[in-house]
């Protein structure tokens, strides 16, 4: 097993940085971009746009509740995957959306999301094949969402 944790931690390291990159970076972060474009839309005020927020918040902190009972239960790749296919439903909602609680139902979507897959999944699949340098590593992996969102920038800011 130990073989098989130093051939692959580089991978996982990768893979955890790409999702963190997509999660964050993509789904979170250039959000900011739209604000005007959305409220003036909707014909509504930045508050009530902003508890699109609240929804994700409050989703995110009661999945990590429970986080460790559902990792053990399902597992990296399944809740990752859930995660991935979270935040695509929640992109979904946010482009379809013509009323501001089809983006609450995103933001509840986008909590979930960010949940199964950046900070506290990357922590604990990072801290599972890092033993040295660990906080080197989740640093790295982390500040892809700062790259993560300036690609998003130079890809949607041409398009708005």
Same mark, same amino acid.
């Given at each position: 097993?130990?073989?098989?944790?130093? @051939?692959?931690?580089?991978?996982?390291?990768?893979? $955890?940085?790409?999702?963190?990159?997509?999660?964050?970076?993509?789904?979170?972060?250039?959000? $900011?971009?739209?604000? @005007?474009? !959305?409220?003036?839309?909707?014909?509504? $005020?930045?508050?009530?746009?902003? !508890?699109?927020?609240?929804?994700?918040?409050?989703?995110?902190?009661?999945?990590?509740?429970?986080?460790?009972?559902?990792? *053990?239960? =399902?597992?990296?790749?399944?809740?990752?995957? *859930?995660?991935? #296919?979270?935040? !695509?439903?929640?992109? =979904?909602?946010?482009?379809?959306?013509?009323?501001?609680?089809? =983006?609450?139902?995103?933001? #509840?979507?986008?909590?979930?999301?960010?949940?199964?897959?950046?900070?506290?999944?990357?922590?604990?699949? !990072?801290?599972?094949?890092?033993?040295?340098?660990?906080?080197?590593?989740?640093?790295? #992996?982390?500040?892809?969402?700062?790259?993560? *969102? *300036?690609?998003?920038?130079?890809?949607? $800011?041409?398009?708005?």
């Amino acid at each position: 097993m130990e073989r098989k944790k130093l @051939d692959y931690k580089w991978v996982v390291a990768a893979v $955890s940085f790409l999702a963190v990159l997509t999660a964050l970076g993509f789904c979170s972060s250039s959000k $900011s971009l739209y604000l @005007d474009a !959305i409220t003036n839309a909707l014909g509504i $005020s930045r508050s009530a746009f902003s !508890i699109n927020d609240s929804c994700r918040f409050i989703t995110t902190s009661i999945v990590n509740l429970f986080f460790g009972t559902l990792f *053990a239960r =399902f597992g990296a790749k399944k809740l990752m995957c *859930a995660g991935f #296919v979270s935040l !695509i439903i929640s992109m =979904f909602l946010y482009s379809i959306g013509e009323n501001v609680f089809v =983006f609450y139902a995103g933001g #509840v979507f986008l909590g979930l999301g960010m949940a199964w897959t950046t900070t506290t999944m990357v922590g604990v699949v !990072i801290g599972n094949w890092f033993k040295e340098n660990r906080g080197t590593v989740m640093g790295a #992996v982390l500040a892809s969402n700062g790259l993560g *969102a *300036a690609l998003a920038i130079q890809i949607v $800011s041409p398009m708005i």
